[in-house]
C-alpha cells in the first residue's frame, strides 16, 4: 500500500507531460529566460521536458507595452513553428507574460493552441495604478522612476542577451487597470465578463485558456523577495493577492485555482525554489498543466 501511495501512478510516467504541441513559457515583467546563470523559470523547463514536454524558454522585452512584447514573442513563435514543424504551440505566460501570450494568440490563433495565465494582469494591476498616479501627479517622479525602471530592464536584459528595448513607462501605462480594460476590448478572448468570474475555456478563436495564481504574499522565511512582497500587498487593502496581482485579476478562461500558497514568484518557483513548504511545489502545477493539456489533446 505504502509503494502504491508513493508512486503516485501516471504523475511519474515518461510521458505525463508529453503535449501534443510545444509549450513555450513567456516570462513578466523585469523577467528574463535565464541571467547570469539564474533560470527565471526554476527548474520547470527540465521537469516538464523530463515527462516528454517539448519546451522553449522565450525573451522579450524586460519592460514594454504589452503589444510590442506580443510582437516578439510572435516572430519567436514563428521561429519555433519552423524549427518543429509542430502546427501551433502552448503558452504559458507569467505576470505581464499573460496579456503578452494573449496578444499573440487573439492576433495570430492560428499559432496558438492553448494559453495558460499564472498569476496575470489580466483585469490590472494595482500597483501600476499607483505608480502611474505617482509620476502623473508628482513633479519629477516620472523621470525617475523611468531612469530607475529602464536602467534596471536594461541591465537585465544586458546579463540575459537578449538585445531588447526598453520603456518601463510604457510597460507600467499598459499594467494599469484602465489601460488593461481597453486591451481587453481589443483582446477580448478568454478575458471573464465581469471582474472575478471566469471566461470561456475555449474561445471562439479556438484557442483555450487557463489561468491558475498565488495568495498569499508572505510564503517562506528564508526568500529574500518575501519582504518585498509583503510590501506590495498594502495595496490591495485586503483583497486577496500575491504580492504584485489581485486573485481576482488573474482570472482568464478556466480558473483552476485563484488562492495557492504563493506568492507572485512562487508561481515561476523563485527564489531557487523556496516556497510556503504546505503549499504545493510549483513544479508540480506546471507538470499538471501540461497533463491537462495532453488530454485535451492542446
Known amino acids: 500500500m505504502a509503494l502504491a501511495i508513493l ?6 510516467t515518461a510521458d505525463y ?16 529566460d535565464s541571467a547570469a546563470g539564474v533560470d527565471y523559470w526554476y527548474r520547470i523547463p527540465e521537469e516538464l521536458r523530463q515527462g516528454g514536454a517539448e ?13 510590442v512584447r506580443g510582437e516578439q514573442l510572435a516572430r519567436q513563435v514563428e521561429d519555433i513553428l519552423a524549427t518543429t514543424g ?10 505581464h507574460g499573460g496579456p503578452t501570450a494573449r496578444y499573440v494568440a487573439s492576433v495570430y490563433p492560428q499559432m496558438v493552441a492553448s494559453v495558460s495565465s499564472v498569476g496575470g494582469v489580466n483585469w490590472g494591476a494595482r500597483m501600476a495604478d499607483v ?28 546579463f540575459s542577451g ?3 528595448q526598453q520603456d518601463i513607462m510604457a510597460a507600467l501605462k499598459a499594467l494599469t487597470t484602465e489601460e488593461t480594460l481597453a486591451f481587453n476590448q481589443l483582446y477580448p478572448e478568454g478575458v471573464p465578463a465581469e471582474y472575478c468570474g471566469e471566461g470561456q475555456r475555449e474561445a471562439g478563436n479556438g484557442v483555450s485558456y487557463f489561468s491558475w495564481s498565488g495568495a498569499k504574499p508572505l510564503t517562506n522565511g528564508f526568500d ?24 481576482c485579476s488573474s482570472h482568464l478562461g478556466m480558473v483552476i485555482r485563484d488562492d495557492y500558497r504563493m506568492n507572485h514568484l512562487d508561481e515561476v518557483n523563485q527564489v531557487l525554489g523556496l516556497h510556503d513548504i504546505w503549499s504545493t511545489d510549483p513544479v508540480t502545477l506546471y507538470r499538471q498543466q501540461a497533463n491537462r493539456l495532453k488530454n485535451y489533446s492542446f
Open 131 to 158: 505608480l502611474q498616479g505617482v509620476s502623473d501627479n508628482v513633479p519629477f517622479s516620472g523621470d525617475l522612476i523611468g531612469y530607475l525602471g529602464n536602467a534596471l530592464a536594461g541591465l537585465i536584459d544586458l
Open 86 to 95: 509542430a502546427g501551433k504551440v502552448n503558452l504559458i505566460g507569467h505576470s
Open 17 to 32: 507531460t508529453e503535449t501534443r504541441y510545444p509549450i513555450v513559457l513567456v516570462h513578466g515583467l523585469f523577467g528574463f
Open 7 to 12: 508512486s503516485l501512478p501516471g504523475l511519474t
Open 162 to 164: 537578449g538585445g531588447n
Open 55 to 67: 519546451v522553449y524558454v522565450t525573451q522579450v522585452s524586460a519592460a514594454e507595452d504589452t503589444e
Open 224 to 247: 529574500p523577495s518575501d519582504a518585498l512582497l509583503g510590501a506590495t500587498s498594502i495595496v490591495f487593502l485586503g483583497e486577496k493577492n500575491d504580492g504584485l496581482v489581485s486573485s
